[in-house]
Each structure stands twice: as C-alpha cells, then as structure tokens.
C-alpha cells in the first residue's frame, strides 16, 4: 500500500474515546476497532493483516519506535506519544500504552495497544522533543537520536518511563 503524502491537517478524536488494536509478533494489524478505523481513514480490510507502520507519520524520530520495540520485545509495557498519518495524509497524535500478550507458555504471541488522546501541555514538550530528535536522526543517525535522548533523561535523573508518565 502506498504511503500518503502528509498534509497540515490534524484531526482529533474525543478525549473519553480510546482507540484500540493489536498486531502480531511483526507488527501486522490482526484487529482494530472502529475509532481506528474511522482515524486511519483506512477500511477494516486495508488494515487487516498491514504492518502497523503503514500510519507511521514522518516526522516520528525512529528512535521512538526502536525504544518502543526494544521495550515490548523485552515483555514490557510501555507509553509513548505518535504522531499518526491518516491514509489522506492527515494526523493525529495519540498517548499510547503498548503491552505484549502472552501464550500459557509466556511466549509473546502479539502486542495490545491502547491509545488516548493526548493533553496539550504534554504535547508541547513531545513536539520539541521529537523536532530535536528527528534533527539529530537526520545529521548523525538514529543511535545519535537514541543517545540524546538517553542523556537528557540521565540530566532529569529519570527514566523514560517516568518522564512520559510526568508530562
């Protein structure tokens, strides 16, 4: 599927609403419900079985998304803020909370994603954040991104965990 030109238009979704989906160990889309689908401006069926990097907005730091893997992957939970394309090439940003799920075995069998709608305040120090990050990704690649990022938490003397969780 190609990917969409983004545009300036943000759309939003209401803040009691949560969209919801879960993929498989790589990341395909194995159900969503239907305030993703009417976000994504995609049909159920486009979705189904699409990595879920096809509403990856190109101004989301790669950094992110390797900390997000490395996390789930590792069987933990984690928070995020994305900025997502929608398939006419709007965007909305999301407070996502990402877990993997388990078989009886405790293999991991696919990933849960929740997501609100972000606060304004914590969006402000998210877009600064990421407009740095993708700075840094651009003039020295995504491990310069990665280690900026680390320092900056190890000057607030947190976590990442507890710096999403604080904004």
Do not use: L, M, Q
């Given at each position: 599927m190609p990917k969409q030109t983004p545009t300036n238009n943000e759309v939003t979704f209401p803040e009691d609403n949560i969209i919801v989906s879960k993929t498989d160990t790589k990341g395909r889309i194995t159900y969503c419900n239907e305030l993703f689908i009417q976000m994504s401006g995609y049909s159920e069926e486009e979705l189904l079985d699409q990595p879920h990097n096809i509403l990856r907005h190109p101004d989301m730091p790669r950094a992110i998304f390797k900390l997000l893997w490395n996390t789930i992957q590792?069987?933990?939970?984690?928070?995020?803020?994305?900025k997502n394309l929608c398939k006419d090439g709007s965007y909305y940003w999301v407070f996502a909370n990402v877990?993997?799920?388990?078989?009886?075995?405790?293999?991991?069998?696919?990933?849960?994603?929740?997501?609100r709608k972000p606060k304004q305040a914590s969006l402000n120090i998210i877009k600064d954040l990421y407009t740095k990050l993708l700075q840094i990704e651009k003039s020295s690649g995504m491990e310069a991104s990665m280690k900026y990022l680390q320092e900056l938490l190890k000057e607030k003397g947190v976590s990442y965990e507890e710096f999403i969780i604080s904004l």
């Open positions: 590792s069987k933990e939970e984690i928070n995020a803020y994305a877990t993997p799920s388990f078989d009886e075995k405790d293999n991991i069998i696919g990933y849960f994603s929740v997501r």
